[in-house]
Each structure stands twice: as structure tokens, then as C-alpha cells.
């Protein structure tokens, strides 16, 4: 946003320990997810996370373009995420960039770790993750929009994979940021866990933090993503749920 | 879910019911899927709308940026359309730049809007020759159920009459304003599948069809835009046919965007 500079930083936690949407320091944003959204694809799923809007569909097994990616002994796992022009305050070039490539790779990596790609081999399953509208959290939002759309084309999984943000703000820990918070925060940790094992298969982080911190930071984002968790499989049950539409009969 | 192919029974099957005026979707050949339109869908767009015709589903934001006017329009701001077919829509779309499809979708778009008048340059102009808005539609394509075409203008048009100019976050104005939106042209694509010309194609009745055709029409009673696409030749009388048509759903489909019909 072209107006906003260092000298707007807005009051990030009250002393009695509110965030600048109200929330606690380990409270989540409110969480909404669809599964099967899409007619096309195989499976699909749509968040609303705050006010991220992220949609994600799933194509495949299928065939592996561009073909010398193929991989004779297991499936290849093929992700993008991509944001929309109109989904930043400041509108995004439309294409390529680093940023969403690596986030690709990373997010690509995380499935790979929890597919069964062993059953499906020289086969590409194709994860697409778009950002229509972008408020901090998006890989997490897309993560979890992705695991729920595999989750609904029946790609045979460890587990699915809930995602959060854990960050520091005005000195404190705290879960899942929104931008005022992620842009004048000091620290952001973004990770997946797969809830059976307890293992972490997404994780980075930028910022600030002592030892003690990280520690204090990941104990929080496995209990946040625990809690999306359930999320994720109340939005599975709902789409299969007996007489929904596409559901059993 | 329709597949990366349609399989040649299925043409047949669909060119042999359209030979009786009829539809797989038991629709009539001059009948189009629900449409319905939900403006504001995104918020850190400038406007945007999502737009639903049958399984099709597009989603339009605009951003407007100030920027630089072109050396040869010094008093008029620059408008750019831009329409991407991301894989996530269908099994057909590959990542990458945008392909032949996708280009004609925002050209087909572009000249709809550009040449009905819908956005007045002049007013874009901020300071002649030095600063002027840039105006970018953005299409985003969620679901390719068929008929892109008309999915995309509609949202596109759908958006720009709820959008705003941000002048006060770039401190051109006092305060931000709504876009002034002119004439809204309304596109309608249709099919030939044998002597029967249906509208609002689905993915199977595209691949079937024998020529594809878009016209775009405004309130003003003026054809504004039109395109022939696809393998396929149409009589005079075919057009002429396929003009009076556009005609009247577009009416109603205009109806829809500002949110008065449906």
C-alpha cells in the first residue's frame, strides 16, 4: 500500500495481552473450509481463514508433463501455488516469481513426505493452490486447502496436513498472524505437522527469536495445528457426509 | 467432471440430440445455464466480482494504480485486461505463460470493454502527459464448466461497476470515488452443432461444435465486439440469427451485473 510507512505501526498488543483484532496470543483466526468445491477437478477445497481466500484443486494420478519428469518407482508430486494480481493491496505481476516458487517446492516437498507416491508409479499428481485474497498465512492457507482436496480425490495419505504461523509480535509469541502483524512483527515461523506422527514435514522461519522462544514457538503451532486439524476433518465429513451432494446415499 | 478429452460417442450423442433441439443438460439450444453474479468477493481489490454460469465459475478483481499515460493518449489513462487460465480450473490448462486460449479470452474481453465505451479514458487522466491511472482487469478463472468468454466479461464488468478509485491511498484526492462506468457490454458466445445453434456452450458442446461465436452487445443497441473461434463456418443468416439473440439475453445478463435482474 503506497501510503503505509515505518511511522503507522499500530499498536500490536495491549497490555492486557489482546492482539489488534482481539485476539489472544494462542488464538486462531476463524477457519473455514470446503471440500469439493471444483467440477473439474479431481479434488478440490476452498479456505477462508481470516481474510485469506484460498482455493486449491487436485489432478491425478495422470500422466507426467513434461514427461522426463517421470519417476519409474513412485508418482511425482507436481505443486503451484500462484497468487492473483488482485489479491495484494499492491496489485502482483501476473506469472512467475521466486517467492512463489519456493513456496511451491516446499509445499510440493510436505505432500511427497506423506503420499503413498510408491502406488502410483510414473504418474504426477498436480496440486494447484491459488491465493484470490492474501492477509499473511497463505502457504498455511494453501497447505490446508491442498491437504483437504487430496484428502477428497482419494490420494491415499499418511495424514493429512494441517499448517499455521507462529510469530512474535510487540516481544510476545503468538499463533497465526495477520498482516498489520506479520508486516511490523519480528519473527515468523510458518510449519506443517502430521498429526499421527508429530513430525514436523513443513517448516521455515525469518526473524528474531532466542532459543527459548523457538521452543515456546513450535509447542504453539503443533497445538494450533491440532486445532485446524479438526477442522479439516469436520469439512471432509460434511462433503461425505450421508445424502450431501456427492456424499454417500 | 469432464475429462481431457470428450469421446466420440459423446459428440455424436450431442450432435444427434441437437438435430431435435435438444441438450444434455436438458436445456433448449437458446437457453442459458443459472448465472449469477457475487460482486465484492475480494477485498484487497479496487472491485472484483465472482461470476457463476452453470459450472463456470470466474473470478474478476480490478487494481487501480496511478501510472505513467501513453506518449500518443497524453490525456488518457491506460486500461489493460488480462485473463489467466490457471490449471486449477481444468484438466485441459497447463502452468506456464499464458497460452493462445487465455490470450484470446482477454482480448475478446478487452475489445468488448474498450470498444463499448465502459470506461471513459479521459477521466483516468490525472496531470496530462505526466500521470494518469492505470486501470488492470484482472480474470481469474476458477472453474472451466465451458464459455469462458462470457463468464469473464461478466465478471469483469460486474466488478468495474462496483469499483472504487483509491485517490486518497495515493493521495491524488481527498477521497476516494466510484469508477465512473459508462455502457456495460455484455458478451454471448454460441455453438454450431450441426444446423442447430445453441448458446452458452458447455466443455463437451465446445468440442463438439462447429465454430464458435461471440457477440458483444451494449445497452445502446450496439454490436460492439465479436469473434469466431474454433473449426466452423456460419452463414450471414447464422449471424444475423446469433446477433438478435445476443441481444436479448444480454439485456437480461446486464441485468444481472448491476444487480437489478436475473
Given at each position: 500500500m503506497g501510503s503505509v510507512g515505518a511511522k503507522d505501526v499500530p499498536v500490536l498488543l495491549t497490555p492486557d495481552g489482546r492482539r489488534i483484532d482481539g485476539r489472544k496470543l494462542d488464538e486462531l483466526r476463524p477457519i473455514r473450509i470446503r471440500a469439493g468445491v471444483s467440477h473439474q477437478a479431481d479434488g478440490s477445497a476452498f479456505v477462508e481463514w481470516g481474510a485469506n481466500k484460498v482455493m486449491a484443486a487436485v489432478y491425478g494420478p495422470r500422466e507426467v508433463h513434461p514427461r522426463h519428469l517421470q519417476q519409474n518407482n513412485k508418482a511425482v508430486i507436481q505443486c503451484k501455488y500462484n497468487m492473483a494480481a488482485f489479491s495484494v493491496d499492491e496489485r502482483k505481476r501476473p506469472g512467475l516469481d521466486r517467492?512463489?516458487?519456493?513456496?511451491?517446492?516446499?509445499?510440493?516437498?510436505?505432500?511427497?513426505?506423506?503420499?503413498?507416491?510408491?502406488?502410483?508409479?510414473?504418474?504426477?499428481?498436480?496440486?494447484?493452490?491459488?491465493?484470490?485474497?492474501?492477509?499473511?498465512?497463505?502457504?498455511?492457507?494453501?497447505?490446508?486447502?491442498?491437504?483437504?482436496?487430496?484428502?477428497?480425490?482419494?490420494?491415499?495419505?499418511?495424514?493429512?496436513?494441517?499448517?499455521?504461523?507462529?510469530?512474535?509480535?510487540?516481544?510476545?509469541?503468538?499463533l497465526d498472524l495477520k498482516k498489520e502483524e506479520d508486516n511490523f512483527g519480528e519473527a515468523d515461523l510458518p510449519m506443517a505437522l502430521v498429526p499421527q506422527s508429530g513430525r514436523l514435514v513443513l517448516l521455515q522461519m525469518e526473524g528474531h527469536m532466542t532459543e527459548e522462544e523457538l521452543g515456546q514457538a513450535l509447542d504453539l503451532g503443533v497445538r494450533g495445528c491440532r486445532d485446524i486439524y479438526e477442522v479439516m476433518k469436520a469439512a471432509l465429513r460434511e462433503r461425505y457426509a450421508v445424502g450431501a451432494p456427492g456424499g454417500a446415499a | 467432471m469432464s475429462g481431457e478429452v470428450t469421446a466420440e460417442i459423446l459428440t455424436s450423442h450431442i450432435l444427434d440430440l441437437a438435430s431435435s433441439g435438444k441438450r444434455l443438460d436438458g436445456r433448449t439450444a437458446d437457453e442459458y445455464r443459472p448465472i449469477s453474479v457475487e460482486p465484492g468477493f475480494v477485498v484487497t481489490a479496487d472491485g472484483s466480482a465472482l461470476a457463476h454460469i452453470g459450472d463456470t465459475a470466474v473470478l474478476s478483481g480490478i487494481k487501480l494504480e496511478p501510472g505513467k499515460p501513453f506518449p500518443d493518449t497524453p490525456n488518457a489513462g491506460v486500461l489493460t485486461t488480462n485473463a489467466e487460465l490457471v490449471p486449477l480450473s481444468s484438466p485441459m490448462f497447463e502452468p506456464g505463460p499464458p497460452q493462445p486460449g487465455a490470450i484470446e479470452v482477454s482480448r475478446v474481453v478487452d475489445r468488448a470493454i474498450r470498444a463499448a465505451e465502459t470506461i471513459d479514458l479521459t477521466r483516468l487522466c490525472v496531470t496530462p502527459g505526466e500521470k494518469s491511472w492505470v486501470c488492470y482487469t484482472d480474470i481469474h478463472v476458477l472453474d472451466h464448466g465451458g464459455n469462458l468468454i462470457d463468464a469473464a466479461l461478466l465478471a469483469a464488468v460486474t466488478a468495474l461497476l462496483h469499483?472504487?478509485?483509491?485517490?486518497?491511498?495515493?493521495?491524488?484526492?481527498?477521497?476516494?470515488?466510484?469508477?465512473?462506468?459508462?455502457?456495460?457490454?455484455?458478451?454471448?458466445?454460441?455453438?454450431?452443432?450441426?444446423?442447430?445453434?445453441?448458446v452458452d456452450p458447455t466443455v463437451d458442446e465446445e468440442r463438439a461444435g462447429q465454430g464458435r461465436l461471440t457477440v458483444a452487445t451494449d445497452e445502446a443497441g450496439r454490436v460492439v465486439a465479436m469473434q469466431k473461434g474454433l473449426v466452423g463456418a456460419f452463414s450471414p443468416d447464422d449471424v444475423k440469427d446469433v446477433v438478435r439473440r445476443a441481444f436479448r439475453h444480454g439485456e437480461r445478463m446486464r441485468a444481472i451485473a448491476r444487480g437489478t435482474g436475473r
Open positions: 517467492r512463489s516458487q519456493e513456496i511451491s517446492k516446499v509445499i510440493g516437498e510436505a505432500f511427497d513426505s506423506v503420499i503413498f507416491t510408491e502406488e502410483f508409479p510414473r504418474t504426477s499428481i498436480d496440486v494447484y493452490i491459488e491465493v484470490l485474497q492474501a492477509n499473511a498465512g497463505t502457504r498455511c492457507a494453501g497447505l490446508v486447502a491442498a491437504s483437504v482436496a487430496l484428502a477428497d480425490a482419494g490420494i491415499p495419505m499418511v495424514d493429512l496436513l494441517p499448517a499455521v504461523a507462529v510469530g512474535k509480535v510487540a516481544g510476545a509469541i503468538a | 469499483a472504487t478509485v483509491p485517490a486518497k491511498r495515493f493521495g491524488i484526492a481527498e477521497a476516494d470515488y466510484a469508477l465512473e462506468v459508462g455502457h456495460v457490454p455484455i458478451e454471448c458466445t454460441f455453438v454450431r452443432l450441426g444446423d442447430t445453434i445453441v
